[in-house]
């Protein structure tokens, strides 16, 4: 974790140090965290290989286009990275608005299949081996959205962006709120987001590699039709020195 004056700029508010100093004195996790998703990551992309190739086959025989679809995201200090997903969507479907609503008309058959099992997103256990993304933390988001960050909201940056979270699992109205936008970015910006991050920076609070793992199989159990209840707020200081 970077020392304090070594963050980058727009990272160096009060709003951002509350958080900070949660994490900083957790070390112990931070360390297990990150043993946990090289080991996990590298076994289950050996594991699952036969399954890239089946979606990769469906996925050219589906439609024009690569495998992959690769977009600028941002990551942990404000880093921007070229995440990996599987094609969902034709090409050149990220010319018109970043975010998508639930009938989308640009999301192919083999397409609409992966996003309902969120198979699109499990090449982003590459990114997690190279580091440019954890297992559980805040979805990693364009900078078109990042730039609408709250001062708060900037303190998820200090974590690698996430494959899933809390957010992810809870937050289920997304779909129907774009749905009935006649402006799903203006939506997205001015709604969702601010919905989404209160449970982000929730997870900062309560970080440890426990919790990561208990979002881990509320996720796989989500993907799975199973409904979550929404938990209530939590205060926004947390005091314990936990690891």
Known sequence: MRKWADLPAELQTEEVRVYYNILKRKPVSRFLKRTFDILASLVLLILLCPLFLILAI??????KGPVFYRQTRVTRYGKQFQIHKFRSMVVGADRGSQVTVKQDARITKVGRFIRKFRLDEICQLIDVLQGNMT???????????????????????????????????YY???????????????????????????????????FHLGHGLKVMAMTVLAVFGVKFKEKPSEPKHDNSQKN
């Open 58 to 63: 469906a996925i050219k025989i589906d439609s």
């Open 135 to 169: 297992f559980v933390g805040t979805r990693p988001e364009v900078p078109k959205y990042v730039a609408a960050y709250t001062r708060e909201m900037m303190a998820t940056l200090l974590l690698p962006a996430g494959v899933t979270s809390e957010a992810s699992v």
């Open 172 to 206: 289920k109205d997304e779909a129907e709120l774009l749905d009935a936008s006649s402006d799903p970015d203006q939506t997205y910006i001015q709604v969702i987001l601010p919905g989404k991050m209160e449970y982000n920076l929730r997870e900062i609070r309560r």
